[in-house]
Every structure is written in structure tokens, then in C-alpha cells.
């Protein structure tokens, strides 16, 4: 069974930083894209930034570039979104997400979520 698991939501202020971490278990890792996406309150998901295999592909959403920094440990079989200058509107619930076959997706397999709210 395939499984994804999200840590390291918080409370943080604006401009701070926040490490976020995906754990996988039930694949093989470096054979995934790992997509993170976010779900704002009252909003709909969106793309956050997704990274293929050792980092040859790497995609980001327009509002986290230069702010959001995607990578993987495969060895680990995990995968972080480091975030930087942390905005309210950053306020969301993150979820990582697995595809075979690319950045693009389609995303099978998704993690449960971890929580980021931004305080002024």
C-alpha cells in the first residue's frame, strides 16, 4: 500500500520560513514526481511545486516562485518544500502528492495534509 505522509505545518509569522517534509512508504521513491499542493480556507487546490526524479524536472507554481524551494532525498524516500518569506495568504493546508509518470501528473497517491497558517 502505497502511503504519503506530510509534517512540519505550524503557526509562523509573515516573512519567517517553514520546512515542510513528505515521508513515502510502499513505493519506489525515485521512480514518483512529488508534487506539493495546497488547499487555502474557502479556496480551491492549487500547484504549489513538484520535482521529478533528482531533480531533473522541477516546477512551481507562480505565486511561491523565488520563495519556495522543492527537493527530495530518495534514500530517504522523502521529499521537502522549504518555504521562505512566508505571506498570509500562504495560509493553507499542504499536501504532497505522487505521480508515475510526471510533473504533470496524473497524482494517484496523496498525503493527508499538514497545516500552515501565516500570522501578521
Known amino acids: 500500500q502505497i502511503k504519503l505522509v506530510e509534517s512540519g505545518g505550524s503557526l509562523v509569522q509573515a516573512g519567517g520560513s517553514l520546512i515542510l517534509s513528505c515521508v513515502g512508504s510502499?513505493?519506489?521513491?525515485?521512480?514518483?514526481?512529488i508534487g506539493w499542493f495546497r488547499q487555502p480556507p474557502g479556496k480551491e487546490r492549487e500547484f504549489v511545486a513538484a520535482?521529478?526524479?533528482?531533480?531533473?524536472?522541477?516546477r512551481y507554481g507562480d505565486s511561491v516562485k523565488g520563495r519556495f524551494v522543492i527537493s527530495r532525498d530518495d534514500a530517504k524516500n522523502t521529499a521537502y518544500l522549504q518555504m521562505n518569506n512566508l505571506k498570509q495568504e500562504d495560509t493553507a493546508v499542504y499536501y504532497c502528492?505522487?505521480?508515475?509518470?510526471?510533473?504533470?501528473?496524473?497524482?494517484?497517491?496523496w498525503g493527508q495534509g499538514t497545516q500552515v497558517t501565516v500570522s501578521s
Open positions: 502528492a505522487g505521480s508515475k509518470g510526471s510533473v504533470e501528473g496524473p497524482y494517484d497517491y
Open positions: 510502499g513505493l519506489i521513491f525515485d521512480e514518483y514526481a
Open positions: 520535482d521529478m526524479w533528482r531533480g531533473t524536472v522541477t
